[in-house]
């Protein structure tokens, strides 16, 4: 499963920068594109605005088939405050933005990218190409919230891959 | 084939289905060969195949009946013959265009080509306008009509590329058979009533009508004349069959493809729309059936309706 969470992450992230290269957050030091996993960072960068926080909540495993089929619900949540430029103003706007570039990227033919291992990479090592891919559906959006000064929302993604023999 | 995935029954999210030309008068299909184009770039098939788009709601029938012979005593079942070979398919656009109108209403699709003022009303379009001859250097995307009919036209405009009808009889149309005369006509335009080689104009400059597309019949010849389109009809009534050669295409998640390949299929219902809600709205979905005729396989020589292929991604 960890597999498919990371190359998820990887293939939305990879697609996100390209749409808008701008969208970019500061991360423990870095510039990076403006996505994260809630689960990787530290707890105190959950509630980050103008990015994109993975959450992988629901999961299941169906055995019946020749390859357990292994589903996983991500939720994306996002939040702006708009610019200060503008006074805030614009966040309606900011929004509907974060709504677009989302959108795009994960409804984008093909919705499926060939699952990589990353567990070499804690040992200096490359990621792996494996046999099978990780494949997701469209984007369901949630409604959108007032917080405080900011709007939010969360969207949901089912993803999808064969667990496959040996894979953690 | 990928061995891991290979006993997995492909997970499709959509259906794509591409139609090429029959040429009606030889019985000559399209045929598709998917062990050389079977992993085709979706957005970009080959010439002569058209992508029509996603379709839903995608069925496939086989009314292919099957026997038993019988004999002894008691009678038991010896062996099984095929009395009768047949299939059906049916599904629903999921866009709304020429092609997508002509091959849901199930015979004949009428360009309504523009009127002359005052002429006499008729159901599928008044006395046309009189086309416009093509000059020399005219292509499948370029219309040169000289700059004094080019002002006749504007962008964005539909228009027709056809010959004259001079009182042939049989199939019409060029690059697709539109319409089949079973008596002489009169009308000179009749040919680009029916013809599905249409293009919508996307520039004008310079005498030249530009194309958003190539015309299905490719480069014009010199004997086609160009007409304005308002819009399209089809009757309720008409007696010609559409007949098309057809791909459909499911893609798995796994890259690996299922093709339904129907070299002839010819239309086996009238026109007819379905609706679906959307945001309180009705959306009419053009929905389509057709009966698949046979070919013979060069292979063994069997007479076969439809061709099943899956090809694994790469």
Redesign the interface.
Known sequence: MQNAKDTFYEALRSRIAAGNPERTIVLRGQVRPGVLVEENELVTTVTMPDCLRLRWDEASVDAANAMPLVALRCEILYETAGTAGNGGMDRGRALAAMDAELAAAVNACPQFVVKQSYAALASGGSTVAMNTNVWWGDVAFGTAQVKADRVARTATVMVMSYQEAGEL | M????G???P?V?RIRAYFAPVNRSAQQPTIFDPAQQGLFDLSAPAAPWIDLGWISAFTRKSGTKIDALRAGAPTTVQMQSRSEIEATVSFQFSSWGKLQMALASGTQQMNLLAAQQGVAAAGSGGTAVAAVALESGSTATVLQVGTTAAAGFSVGELVVVDVDYTGQTGFVGSGVSGAYVKSALTDVDYVRRVSLNVGRVNAIQDGALTLESALIAGMPTAAMKVSGVVGFCDREGSTFFQEWSALFVA?G???ERTLWHYPRLQAMTSVGEVAAAAGGLESLRQSAAFRALPVKDPVDGENVVCFRSFVAGS
Do not use: I, L, S
């Not at chain 2, 990928?2 to 995935?5: A, E, G, L, P, Y």
């Open positions: 990928n061995v891991t995935t006993t997995m029954p997970a999210r893609e998640q796994q890259g």
